[in-house]
Nanobody, 127 residues
């Protein structure tokens, strides 16, 4: 069974950091693109970053470039999102997703392109 499971969310003060993990089961990440999305309260879900099956990394939001880093641990079949210098506007539910169409090996920042989703993990940045 194909599944994605996020972990690592929580409450952090502005300027702090968190590391999110996305564990994949039922399929090998080395053969599929996988990405991070987030949905803030009252806003649409948006793409953050993605790793293609070949390991190419794309970032889709200017607001996270230089602060967020995405990586993949092939031995653990897991994707990581390291978030530094967190801001209140980073507060959102963070999701990982895979199974992109039309080519599952290639990334996309479009929500509609992803067909396998985790349940999400809440990140709250507040003092």
């Amino acid at each position: 069974q194909v599944q994605l499971a996020e972990s690592g969310g929580g409450l952090v003060q502005p300027g702090g950091f968190l590391k999110l993990s996305c564990a994949a089961s039922g399929f090998p990440l080395v053969d599929y693109a996988i990405g991070w999305f987030r949905q803030a309260p009252g806003k649409e879900r948006e793409g953050l970053a993605c790793i293609s099956s070949s390991g190419e990394i794309s970032y889709y939001l200017d607001s996270v470039k230089g602060r967020f880093t995405v990586s993949r641990d092939d031995a653990k079949n897991t994707m990581i999102l390291q978030m530094n210098s967190l801001k209140p506007e980073d507060t959102a539910v963070y999701y990982c997703a895979s199974g992109y169409t039309p080519d599952w090996r290639l990334c996309s920042g479009r929500v509609a392109a992803a067909n396998v989703w985790g349940r999400g993990t809440q990140v709250t940045v507040s003092s």
